[in-house]
């Protein structure tokens, strides 16, 4: 598989041969994912704002990478020892040959990591980096780039044996979707907002309500919590948020105010708790 074509922005042609050394006037900084070629960046901005709309958050374990860094890469990856069967590249008057088990990667000066154009896409789940492929609600990045990434300007094709390389294609010719989110930036889904005070006091009082039945248990709480999210649906979404709840509720003195009034929290109690848990959904 190759890439359909490529453009190459009109502000680094004097930088492809070699790549690696764009001046810092033609680098912009993607928030979370890294820095890019002032076009590729819009473009990621854009990419980067319809995947969290989606519940996917882009990151980044490649972005602009200088000559030195790909010189130091490549040495990493590749030596001058005959490999059978190995990808393998000329240079310095050599043949290098990719060591057993290693990524591959281009030689220096040829990659478009060093024209600020290519990123290895990766997921961003909690605060952890991870690969591509990841579903979240049942939807993986890999997935939405298939779907969505060429109405952005990014590629994927280069490498066929790396997924997770992509390739901004559109030089200067800056796709429509890009300029419909400068214009007007996509909005994170409601449900990407801390809880309001409303909010709490709402699902404060429904929990309430149910840690007062006779018949509750303390290590039911997950469950009660996942009873109401289908009842309010934009409240609770993570299970993580809902163990985090749950740990906290176990901290707490058990002290009924009256027989069988379960774990014997006051409504305050538990507003506190979903407080001080903020409980969110701005990232999967």
């Known amino acids: 598989m190759s890439l359909p074509y490529k453009r190459i922005p009109a502000g680094i042609a004097a930088y492809t041969d070699p790549t690696g050394k764009l001046p ?3 680098l912009s900084h993607v928030d979370g994912i890294g820095d890019f070629q002032i076009q590729a960046a819009r473009a990621m901005r854009a990419l980067q704002a319809a995947a969290k709309a989606d519940g996917l958050i882009v990151a980044s374990v490649g972005d602009y990478r200088s000559y030195d860094e790909q010189v130091r890469l490549f040495e990493q990856r590749y030596e001058p020892v005959y490999h059978a069967g190995a990808r393998h590249y000329t240079w310095k008057g050599q043949t290098w040959y990719l060591k057993p ?6 030689y220096p000066g040829t990659s478009n990591h060093g024209l600020g154009l290519a990123n290895d896409m990766a997921l961003n789940v909690n605060g952890h980096i991870v690969t591509l492929d990841q579903t979240v609600n049942g939807v993986s990045l890999w997935t939405w780039l298939n779907a969505h ?6 590629s994927w094709g280069e490498a066929a044996s790396e997924r997770w390389h992509w390739v901004y294609i559109e030089g200067d010719q800056i796709p429509a979707a890009v300029i419909a989110y400068e214009t ?14 409303d909010d709490l006091n709402k699902i404060a009082s429904k929990i309430t309500a149910i840690l007062r039945a006779p ?3 303390v290590n039911f709480l997950p469950q009660v919590v996942t009873q109401m999210a289908a009842v309010e649906p934009h409240l609770v979404k993570q299970d993580t948020d809902v163990q985090a709840l749950h740990d906290d509720v176990l901290k707490i003195p058990t002290t009924p105010a009256a027989p069988g009034s379960g ?3 006051t409504e ?8 001080s848990q903020r409980i969110t959904t701005d990232e999967p």
């Open 215 to 217: 018949e509750f248990k």
């Open 149 to 154: 990434g060429r109405t952005y300007g990014w």
């Open 268 to 275: 305050q109690q538990v507003r506190d708790l979903l407080n």
């Open 24 to 26: 810092a006037s033609q």
């Open 263 to 265: 774990g014997g929290l």
């Open 101 to 106: 088990g290693a990524a591959g990667a281009a």
């Open 184 to 197: 007007s930036p996509i909005k994170p889904p409601e449900d990407d907002m801390p809880l309001s005070d």
